[in-house]
């Protein structure tokens, strides 16, 4: 390793955090050593920013380093489980100071919020790509899976959907409160954590609802999956987005309810329950002032059905982001 990447390991990324008890060995030996406790599992997820495809090339440095983690604190929310640590592979173009200093301060002031330590990652020159791989901890057999949802559950999602969608829509004439939601998504790992008493099946919705409800659709792959009828008058949508849709010039109606459907980058957890535990599940969530919604009911027939209030059927344009396949669907 070049003294400069050490260099910037040791200005940026060894720098005070909360150090945990369960770390044995941290930043600086050849790996982490950690202690998982005895009536835990551990949870692992990984997951790549790359420059002008996760983000645009606009996007402030601190941004990219409070995404980066957060996309992965989403899929551990979604699996119920709790953050306890990170790795972190940087390639960098440069070593540009103000830009790594930005950087770190959003991956750390968020790390922090929830307990998480740094404990190793790479650092390594070219293209800006930036790779986390997130740990966390659940109570044995206990993590939320995305298959298990069964006819008759209700489908229910956090939050609002479709402000990090129109943000990317607006770019610069994004209002600053959907601009903050495609730029620093907020993890929903408390609602993750109370869902694993009540929710039988749960995803983060990361690239577009109809998409990841699809996911969470195809169950395990033994037996049939199930399907879903969704009011998409009922979905959560900001007061931002609703107040921007119906200003007078805007020339796009139909993404009033595309953007919450397709859009992706909300990182809201979308999830099932069993029709008798649906009321106490609303409680436990309202008392931590966790908003959630219900939007729809798994049925045994397959497929994602789209109604108004009124009944009236509806047919979505777009269907989610996928990397390797056209956007387009029908
Ligand atoms: P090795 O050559 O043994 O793979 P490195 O020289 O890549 O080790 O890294 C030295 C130490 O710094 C390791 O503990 C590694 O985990 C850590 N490290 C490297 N890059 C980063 C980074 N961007 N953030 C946090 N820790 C890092
Ligand atoms: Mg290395």
New binding site residues.
């Given amino acids: 390793?070049s003294a400069t990447?050490?260099e910037?390991?040791r200005r940026y990324?060894?720098r005070q955090q909360p150090q945990r008890a369960d770390v044995i060995a941290g930043?600086?030996?050849?790996?982490?050593v950690l202690q998982v406790p005895a009536d835990s599992e551990l949870v692992v997820c990984i997951d790549t920013l790359v420059a002008a495809v996760h983000f645009p090339g606009s996007t402030p440095a601190a941004a990219i380093g409070h995404k980066a983690l957060a996309v992965n604190l989403s899929d551990l929310a979604a699996m119920g489980a709790t953050p306890a640590w990170a790795?972190?592979?940087?390639t960098l173009p440069d070593s540009n100071p103000v830009w790594l200093g930005d950087f770190s301060e959003g991956f750390f002031r968020l790390a922090d919020r929830y307990g998480v330590q740094?404990?190793?990652?790479?650092?390594t020159r070219g293209p800006l790509s930036v790779t986390v791989q997130a740990h966390g901890l659940v109570p044995r057999g206990r993590a939320l899976r995305r298959h298990g949802a069964q006819p008759g559950d209700r489908i229910y999602v956090t939050g609002t959907l479709g402000d990090a969608g129109l943000a990317l829509r607006l770019e610069d004439h994004a209002d600053n409160t959907i601009r903050q939601r495609l730029d620093y998504p907020e993890p929903r790992v408390a609602a993750g954590q109370l869902l694993r008493e009540y929710a039988s099946a749960a995803i983060d919705v990361s690239d577009g609802l109809l998409a990841d409800l699809g996911h969470l659709l195809e169950g395990d792959g033994t037996g049939a999956s199930p399907g879903a009828t969704i009011n998409i008058d009922a979905l959560p949508r900001s007061s931002v987005f609703t107040a921007t849709m119906q200003q007078p010039g805007f020339a796009q109606p139909h993404l009033f309810y595309e953007l919450p459907l397709s859009a992706g980058d909300d990182y809201e957890l979308c999830f099932t329950v069993p029709q008798r535990t649906c009321e106490v599940m609303e409680a436990m969530l309202s008392n931590q002032s966790i908003d959630c919604t219900a939007i729809g009911v798994i049925e045994p027939e397959s497929g994602i059905r789209c109604r108004k209030a009124n009944g009236e059927v509806y047919h979505p344009v777009t269907e989610g982001y996928q990397h390797f396949g056209s956007k387009e669907s029908g």
């Fill in positions: 390793m990447e050490f910037i390991i990324f060894t930043i600086g030996d050849d790996a982490a790795t972190l592979s940087l740094l404990v190793g990652g790479d650092t």
